[in-house]
């Protein structure tokens, strides 16, 4: 568990309900887990 945290960091943010169940049913009709997509949306916005 201490390796664990020594290499990531916990993301939390509030969002619409609305907007999230949306949000949720793409990434399931997608097949891809929430944090596959926001690992995906960081990649994008680094590498900008």
């Known amino acids: 568990m ?5 290499k990531t960091r916990n993301f939390s943010a509030e969002l619409d ?3 999230f169940e949306k949000l949720e049913k793409k990434l399931s009709e997608k ?3 929430k944090k596959e997509w926001l690992d995906n949306k960081v990649d994008e916005e680094i590498s900008n």
């Open 2 to 6: 201490k390796q664990r945290r020594e």
């Open 17 to 19: 309900r609305e907007k």
């Open 31 to 33: 097949g891809i887990t």
